[in-house]
């Protein structure tokens, strides 16, 4: 599956690897006109129809299914490629260990919340302190709850994942665009 | 209600309406006629910028005048309805708003689409977009309607027609000439208009009571005739089993529905990267759980200060709450305050409406004319430019959101609102979730998927209460009820991720590993990303 042009997996390229020249250059690769080995781009990048302006400037190629890629070659054995390596695995799993888990907790805890409103209005009526009470705690944590997880999944995502992930977006278009080189 | 509020209401929002022409007129000037520009407005927007424009796109008239009115009515009941809008933003930024923004270009279907059979799976997709987005804007459309009778005093069905269709001829304008461009700086400057109309409101109501809480409270239950339990869950959703189930199918059709509004979803597209598309969601978590927050007080402070009596007589649904409390507010109704802050809700009010049905209009277009015109148009027929296909797809919108609108005008908002939502959660975000996290899941599947919980929820909604069979219901005459909810979500959301399983295992088709680890790879680290 794996084309000959792509290089082995996670060769120094894992997440703990420098990439403070690249942060600044996130939206760089979209807004340029150099194309990729990519089905989307090439099929929605303008779309159908449109006469040639500015945006034209990328090559459309005429009929996008014989375009794209067989699995044993081309775009897609690059992303197969990626998806394999140990720097992908764990910005994956990074991502999932803390998704999953607090997914989990916030339906759990707005579903308990919706049901004990519904079933047992009984409890959520009982006075705390002054007009107070629990249901009126409980509807002002669920507001809390929400801002607290939205930062600590933003806090996670900056920290723990942005830089795996954009050194990871680099590496799979420069091999994407190696591979192109190699092949015509 | 005089002729002094009227007249100030309407130069108000005449004023609205020049300067959002004039933000048209702007963005269709600079427009080069991409699709990029028409649909995702070039891409280039800031989080903060978008951030602002998701807040206006989510915050409709029914949470600015139905949330406060609910509270009012039937007092903690309100805040359990608004708790449900709130934590739905997780679920957008923990599952969708960063992968779909990696993966898709201009909507929904691109991201199914791009690793299954395409023609099929776009076809789905873009139907179900296409029918949520109709209904949410049949609901803004019929809101649009009553609030003109309700703020400008006039009752009569001329008035409601004649606002039914000057609204939908607005957004006509708006999204066939201006695109995304236009649209999103009409959500900005509407949601600085709300948050600003809301602050200040919520700034009266504290110093009416001196900052103390807990009085205000105290004062709305003593008000409200329930006394405590105006503070305790029940009142609306507590009167037996089947009015509690029918909560709890609410709660998650709002929780797992936002995920799946198409609206929502485009608004991703209008960043440049992943990140940036992290960081509007979180901007706009805290614009809009700061806006719900004052809402519910809003919604006390009009319990306390107006109280219920007076606003059921003015509007039996509640609607009425938020303008009279800014009467009371600016000092009463012959006061030149009150007419002014009275005139000032009014005008946000139908902004609200105005940008909200602008930004569904343009996320319906664009599914009919990138997903459903794309896939269905004769093969070598006439090529036109996809862009012009999205300007005509926003006039067709617009024309059929007036009739239905015009068709609907008794309805209730909050329910059609909740039923767009019922339908987005089953048909929408199962086939979202499985494209992005399973491994294993096909083309049936994803045609199943969302065929599987768009059609139960529609047809649940026939056969709900709310059709027939009850005094309330739309044939009040004919009983074919069969279903006792009045909201499908319970039963119509878990079926739309059990007919996309049953799909896929079903199915011949082996699963595209490639594409599947396209897709992957894409979503989460942003390489070839739009």
Known sequence: MQSPNARPSGAGDGPQSPAENHEGHAPAPAAGPETYDDPWYDALASGWGEPAGPDAAVEVPAARRVQRPGPDGGAAGVYLAVQRSAAFQEVRSRYRRFVVPMVAVFLGWYTAYVVAATAAPGFMARPVAGAMNVALLAGLGQFLSTFLFTWAYARHARLRRDRAALELRWDTQERARGLRGGAS | ?530
């Open chain 2, 1 to 530: 209600m005089t002729g002094g509020h009227q007249t100030l209401a309407l130069l108000l929002f005449s004023g609205f309406v020049a300067v959002t022409l004039a933000i048209t007129t702007w963005a269709s000037r600079r427009r080069h006629g991409s699709a990029e520009e028409f649909y995702a407005g070039g891409r280039l927007f800031s989080p903060m910028e978008n951030g602002f424009a998701i807040a206006g796109d989510y915050a409709s008239a029914a949470s600015f005048l139905g949330v406060p009115g609910l509270i009012v009515l039937f007092g903690y009941d309100g805040v359990l309805y608004v708790v449900g809008f709130l934590v739905a933003w997780l679920v957008v930024l923990f599952l969708v708003a960063e992968l779909v923004r990696n993966c898709g270009r201009f909507t929904l279907a691109d991201v199914v689409a791009s690793r299954m059979r395409e023609r099929p799976v776009r076809i789905a997709a873009g139907a179900s977009s296409v029918t949520v987005s109709v209904l949410y804007l049949v609901a803004q459309m019929v809101g649009a309607g009553s609030l003109v009778a309700l703020l400008i005093g006039r009752t009569s069905q001329a008035a409601q027609v004649w606002a039914v269709i000057g609204v939908g001829a607005l957004m006509v304008v708006y999204v066939s000439l201006g695109g995304m461009r236009a649209t999103t700086w009409i959500q900005i400057v509407k949601a600085v208009l709300l948050l600003g109309g809301t602050v200040t409101l919520t700034v009266l109501v504290l110093l009416r009571f001196h900052g103390d809480l807990d009085r205000l409270l105290l004062t709305a239950a003593a008000r409200s005739g329930h006394g405590p339990a105006f503070l305790a869950p029940g009142l609306k959703y507590g009167a037996d089993w089947t009015a509690r189930l029918d909560f709890i199918s609410l709660g998650l059709a709002l929780v797992l529905g936002t995920g799946g509004l198409p609206h929502i979803l485009s608004r991703f597209y209008t960043v440049p990267t992943a990140r940036a598309a992290r960081r509007s969601a979180v901007w706009s978590v805290g614009l809009i759980g700061a806006y719900y927050l004052m809402a519910i007080l809003l919604g006390f402070g009009a319990a306390a200060l107006v109280g219920p009596q007076t606003v059921r007589a003015s509007n039996a649904a509640g609607n009425t709450a938020v303008p009279l409390l800014a009467l009371d507010l600016g000092g009463g109704p012959d006061s030149t305050g009150g007419t002014v802050l009275f005139a000032v809700v009014a005008a946000v009010a139908f902004a609200t409406i105005l940008a909200v049905v602008a930004g569904i209009t343009l996320a319906s277009s664009a599914s009919v004319a990138h997903d459903l015109y794309a896939s269905l148009r004769r093969r070598g027929g006439r090529q036109r430019s996809e862009v012009a296909v999205a300007r005509v797809a926003a006039v067709g919108i617009g024309v059929l959101a007036i009739a239905l609108g015009l068709l609907a005008r008794g309805m209730n908002v909050a329910f059609l609102v909740g039923l767009a939502f019922a339908v987005a959660a089953s048909a929408n975000l199962p086939v979202l979730l499985y494209s992005l996290f399973w491994r294993g899941f096909t083309t049936r599947g994803a045609v199943w998927a969302v065929y599987g919980g768009l059609v139960p929820a529609l047809v649940l909604v026939v056969l709900s209460p709310v059709v027939s069979g009850s005094p309330d219901s739309l044939f009040p005459g004919l009983d074919f009820q069969y279903f006792p909810l009045q909201n499908p979500g319970l039963v119509s959301v878990p079926l739309g991720f059990l007919a996309g399983w049953l799909g896929t295992v079903t199915s011949a088709e082996l699963p595209d590993e490639a594409r599947y680890a396209e897709t992957e790879v894409r979503s989460l680290t942003g390489a070839g990303a739009a």
